[in-house]
């Protein structure tokens, strides 16, 4: 072909590689029509020689490959388990005793590697022949540590794939400590081959941290400088939780928290505790569960459970804290009984066990909303329907005389009052006051949650799902003659850039 070198198939060393021969070269015409060529034959040839099973397959009988197929089968389920390639010979053996045919050749954790390599190789081809082949794609990150605590960015991509389905995928995992996040991104972006972002990429998630979604030096900020057009997304579930603390801030969840954190910590770490727990649940007749901590990474269902766990645990946990106070033995410190009669007199006390059956009560549609918005097939339209079911939710929720909550409220100011067969404090509880806070609690709730989702309600471009939601539609030929004109103007304008080059692409 004419201007064809060899150049970038020798390769380039010194003097000679220089970024304007790369950009030039990056428009020539043999490699635009390079690029235009069938993956798969591509892949195929990169095959060919690198794997070292290739020659095995295409030559071996078909009992041999499908001995050779269990073992890449084990191997990945192994890679998907997380267990240890030295594992691998064992569970192959296990494999062999129930009957399946192994033989002895390759069961060693070198090549498990090796099949598992082979593995991600092929996983990773397919996944840049689907980016290739789709119109649009949006990246998702967030920052994480691997088992060294070294700092790595993780990568996932969303797109719709050639049948219409919606596809959210590992992409890269990348050492973010030596570039920039951006950079990062970049980076790995150019090892799996995707080169055309102009015309692909429109979307970026992330979590709201400053070095993502900063206003002039974030991640987001600078992608919009070359790619004006980007939709910028802080992660729901992220935001969702940032609302609920917002809305935990200055009341009595915060010491419920605190309690739930410390009960676990106290458990947790010492198994005879445990130990004593579900003995003396036995002898109660009690069901008892392992406290559970208020935080982690299931976001507000952690809170829930923790709330749930102790309510169903709580006169076990009550009598346990009891008897390990009058204990005369030198098991426990004098420090140590201290403490846990300061957690006994608040755990006790009446104003405590409202709040923590409110808490419970309040977590359960803050919890489904959180589920909601985390599912594979999420979109923006359905997270706005949950928002709404949220809010409607939130509104009708009103102490019920039927519960455990109801039943105390009603029964305040009777003598003796019990909960789960433990008789509580009163102190200077005020029912009026309880209910009035809560009120307060429940407003400052919404007004949280709405405020830090109102960007998706405002945003004009997201009118656009609208359209999609058909209870919405108008019912008169006129009305929908003009219905959704104006959102899909502003759609196609924001896009209007993207568009034009697809048009000149295809």
């Not at 081959?193 to 991640?219: P, Q, W, Y």
């Not at 059956?357 to 977590?363: G, P, V």
Request: with cysteine; hydrophobic share 40%; charged share 25%.
């Amino acid at each position: 072909m004419r201007n064809f070198s060899r150049c970038f198939i020798d390769g380039l060393t010194g003097k000679a590689l220089k970024a304007d021969t790369i950009r030039k070269h990056m428009v020539c015409e043999p490699h635009l029509r390079s690029k235009t060529h069938d993956i798969n034959s591509w892949n195929k040839h990169q095959k060919s020689k690198t794997n070292f099973m290739s020659k095995f397959f295409e030559t071996s009988e078909k009992s041999e490959r499908e001995r050779v197929a269990k073992l890449f089968e084990l191997a990945y389920a192994l890679a998907s388990e997380e267990i240890a390639f030295s594992k691998f010979e064992t569970f192959a053996n296990l494999e062999k005793r129930h009957g399946v045919t192994l033989g002895n050749i390759y069961i060693n954790q070198i090549k498990c590697q090796q099949f598992t390599n082979i593995i991600g190789e092929d996983l990773k081809q397919q996944l840049i022949f689907e980016i290739d082949q789709c119109e649009y794609f949006t990246v998702l990150m967030d920052g994480s540590t691997d088992v060294s605590a070294i700092e790595k960015e993780v990568i996932y991509t969303l797109f719709i794939n050639k049948k219409g389905e919606r596809q959210t995928k590992f992409f890269r995992l990348k050492n973010a400590t030596a570039v920039g996040i951006r950079d990062c991104l970049m980076e790995a972006l150019q090892e799996m081959r995707v080169t055309d972002l102009d015309k692909k990429l429109i979307g970026f998630m992330a979590d709201g941290a400053s070095v993502n979604l900063g206003t002039r030096r974030g991640v987001a900020a600078l992608l919009k400088e070359e790619f004006d057009w980007l939709i910028v997304i802080h992660c729901l579930n992220h935001r969702l939780e940032l609302a609920a603390k917002d809305s935990f801030n200055d009341t009595h969840f915060l010491d419920i928290i605190s309690m739930l954190n410390s009960l676990h910590s106290m458990y947790q770490h010492s198994p005879r505790k445990i130990r004593e727990l579900k003995e003396l649940g036995e002898i109660m007749n009690e069901t008892v569960t392992k406290p559970e901590k208020a935080m982690g990474t299931r976001w507000l269902q952690h809170k829930r459970s923790a709330c749930q766990s102790l309510i169903q645990s709580y006169p076990v946990i009550i009598n346990h804290m009891e008897n390990m106070i009058e204990d005369t033995s030198s098991n426990i410190k004098k420090e140590d009984k201290q403490k846990y009669k300061g957690y006994l007199t608040k755990l006790k006390s009446l104003n405590f066990v409202l709040y923590l059956l409110y808490f419970a009560k309040i977590l359960t549609p803050l919890a489904k909303l959180s589920l909601a918005v985390q599912g594979d097939s999420i979109d923006l339209l359905y997270a706005l329907s949950c928002l709404e079911t949220f809010y409607s939710v939130l509104q009708e929720d009103n102490i019920d005389d039927a519960s455990e909550l109801g039943y105390l409220v009603q029964d305040v100011n009777g003598d003796n009052l019990l909960f789960k067969g433990v008789e509580l404090y009163k102190g200077a509880t005020s029912v009026h006051s309880f209910l009035t806070h809560i009120q307060t609690i429940k407003t400052k709730i919404e007004s949280c949650v709405k405020n830090r989702f109102a960007d998706l309600e405002s945003n004009e471009v997201f009118k656009v799902l609208s359209l999609i939601n058909t209870s919405m539609w108008p019912t008169t030929k006129s009305e929908l003659d003009k219905f959704g004109n104006i959102e899909i103007q502003t759609f196609i304008s924001h896009f209007r850039t993207i568009l034009e080059k697809k048009q000149c692409r295809d």
